[in-house]
């Protein structure tokens, strides 16, 4: 489980730590730097599957992130001899640092140095044992991809949830890794059983069902509510097929996983977005690492209510509040780390981390001007 991670150089970052916990919620405003820290893990792996990051460099582009080229990766205040350092620290001890050469228009920086110890690639980060989902995943379609590699052989969904149909079709039947993550009112442990569960939270009475047409490499999501017809997919909204690889993800995840989601509050209703932080916090609990990133207080509060519940300790959680402060003639990143209690309580509230339901209420308080 990875406990630190060290940048320097990069991006909106001159020189930042980040301590992590088995959940890890980085939240502030937008461009403030909590997608370029989600990044630089992202870089580290798509350059490992590139087969570069050994003795080549840092691939910038792939199938996981798009950053352009050196110039877009490198600090604004950095100088063109100055290194990118991404530095991780895992809970067992193992380090390493990776440090890359500028070169302003390459959008692969040659290494400057490397860990030499190949047991860092044994981890979560470079293995099976990962998965990541973007913001932007995929909506309701007709037909869903099918991969025969990706789901089957690695036992991914897709950064876009591109993979997520074909995945419950495949593993429907087996049972969830962690029971602790169990629904009460699931009728097994049973993956497409604990998904159905889980799902009445976000769209109660809803029942999912897949019907797979191999012939033509595609998958198809059928929505039941009672005993009604079927429905397709593209008439049940984008709540559930956003939350679905979600889903996925968190039950089909056994402990030793390191899962990235970036905003999973899309598209879900706030009674939603607290279950995925409550969720969240389970399968943290169960020794899954979590890495969200978030602009839902709902999800925050779903994890608060985790801790004040005996569900995950306080210490097992790290909050991180990302923020634009102006310096000299630099606009520059700052991240403030809030602590929460055993009682679910927040020891600090910086400007903006989650106060603007008060900051509006204080306003509807005041007399309305004639």
Known sequence: MISIVELKNFKCFEQQVFNLGKLTLCTGLNSSGKSSFIQSLLLLRQSYYQDLLHKVGLALNGDLVNIGTAQDALFEGAGF?????????????????????????????????TPTSLEIYK??????????LTAERIGP???????????RQRKQIGSRGEYAAHFLSVYRDESIPNPVLSHPKAESFSLIEQVRAWMGEVS???????KLSPDMGLVSLQFYYGLSNSYRATNVGFGITYTLPILLVILASPPGTLILLENPEAHLHPKGQSMVGHLLALAASC??????????????NGIRLAVHGGKIKPEDVCLHFFQRIEQSDQVLTQVISPRIDRNGRIDCWPDGFFDEWDKSLDALLEPAQE
Do not use: M
């Open 81 to 113: 001899k100055d290194k990118i350092i991404f530095k991780i620290t895992w809970t067992n001890e193992l380090e390493g640092l990776w440090s890359f050469n500028y070169d302003q228009v390459s959008d692969v920086l040659s290494l400057d140095s």
């Open 123 to 132: 981890t979560s980060l470079y293995s099976n044992s990962f998965h990541y």
């Open 141 to 151: 379609r007709p037909f869903f991809e099918t991969s025969d590699f990706h789901v």
């Open 204 to 210: 109660p009475g809803t029942r999912i069902e897949r």
């Open 287 to 300: 020794g899954v690492q979590v890495i969200v990133e978030t602009h839902s207080d709902h999800v925050l």
